[in-house]
């Protein structure tokens, strides 16, 4: 088993993983990471840069043309082992996705499982890439069509599910056969580091899976490098809708493959003949998963006026037997939103709904 964290506090893995090796920025330049529990610093990692960026690139690029050729039994038994270690190091990969992003630790484990459970879909799909045989107009003709994999691949991950994210674009990228540079979100990079990390003990072959740690002030410069570099073929991005838009049209200039996951806009709706128990228990589940910070979130309910009262009374007291708290605690049922700019912009939506004319029904007693 790894040794994901010294204690239960401090992470042991805190550099990039470039080529296979643990690595400080070339500037030497670090920044920190923070609980948002408590807002109390937690580790630092390298705040790379362009130069970070091109020597990731440029050993990925080394790899894929080694990987591409390898057998899909090869490449399926490392992601299951990958996959193994995941699971055999779960407990320690859910208290740091719960220590540096906020989400309780039950939930944790539960995007921890999630994870593996993509690596073992992938170590199969490798086996199942199949080409077709296309009938032919001529007797002279013999067509025929052979899938091969595309070449560097970069990816840039968001912080609320900041391994499953990952599991879902590394894991589909190595199992085709190309190679990945991936740059976490500045609020949770000690996740991705370390679940690269399994993948390293695992005996993912040096240069398949970097990791580009950077501060959001310079996020920017290595997304130009992610998206314009002659050697990355494609970009696979999960985030909001105009960060997306920027990477489309910079990615568009070599015209490159994009896949983009952006901004949801979920209504939830209850029916007069809704099993109104049932509804409020998959509200609860839905909006409060994460603090509400999930892409599929609902940001509306409408609920039939004959089931209203009823709907409401129920998720008044659900809401009210929840608890708020330190996201380690097992007793917590949400914890704190991912930093101080996310509670702002939440004061500020209930402020306005207020002046709008809602009304706020419960509140912790602390507030």
Same mark, same amino acid.
């Given at each position: ?22 690595? =400080? ?25 362009? =130069? %970070? ?100 691949? &970069? ?59 950077? &501060? ?5 410069? *290595? ?34 493959? *994009? ?45 039939? %006026? ?41 004061? =500020? ?19």
């Amino acid at each position: 088993m790894a040794t994901l964290l010294l204690d239960n506090k401090t992470p042991a893995f805190n550099k990039g993983l470039i080529d296979g090796k643990w690595l =400080d920025a070339i500037s030497g330049a670090c920044f920190d990471v923070f609980a948002p529990s408590t807002n109390k610093k937690i580790s630092e990692v390298p705040d790379m840069l362009l =130069d %970070d960026a091109l020597v990731a690139i440029e050993a990925a690029h080394k790899a894929f043309k080694e990987w591409k050729g390898v057998s899909p039994k090869v490449k399926s038994n490392l992601i299951r082992q990958w996959s193994r270690l995941v699971v055999e190091n779960a407990e320690e990969l859910a208290v740091i996705i719960s220590l540096e992003q906020g989400k309780p630790k039950k939930e944790a484990y539960i995007e921890v499982k999630s994870s593996a459970a993509y690596l073992d879909w992938f170590a199969e799909e490798t086996r199942r890439i199949y080409g077709d045989i296309i009938p032919e107009n001529q007797d002279s003709q013999y067509l025929s069509v052979i899938k091969e994999p595309i070449g560097v691949v &970069s990816a840039i991950t968001p912080w609320n599910f900041p391994v499953s994210m990952i599991a879902r674009k590394a894991a589909p990228a190595i199992a085709a056969g190309c190679a990945i540079v991936i740059k976490p979100s500045e609020e949770t990079p000690l996740s991705a580091i370390a679940f690269a990390g399994l993948a390293k003990e695992a005996g993912i072959p040096p240069g398949l899976i970097n990791i580009v740690t950077t &501060s959001r002030e310079n996020s920017s410069k *290595v997304g130009a490098a992610l998206t314009q570099h002659e050697f990355v073929r494609k970009l696979s991005f999960t985030g909001s809708t105009n960060v997306g838009k920027k990477l489309m049209a910079q990615c568009s200039q070599g015209v490159k493959k *994009v896949s983009l996951e952006l901004g949801g806009n979920a209504p939830f709706i209850v029916f007069e003949d809704a099993d109104v128990e049932l509804a409020v228990d998959g509200l609860i589940a839905a909006k409060l998963r994460n603090a509400g910070q999930t892409c599929i979130s609902p940001n509306r309910v409408f609920v039939h %006026d004959s089931v209203l009262e009823q709907f409401l009374d129920l998720l008044y007291n659900k809401v009210k037997a929840l608890t708020v708290g330190d996201s380690l605690d097992p007793k917590t049922d949400i914890g704190p939103l991912i930093n101080h700019q996310s509670v702002l912009k939440v004061t =500020d939506q209930l402020r306005d709904a207020e002046n709008l004319g809602g009304q706020i029904l419960l509140k912790r007693e602390s507030d």
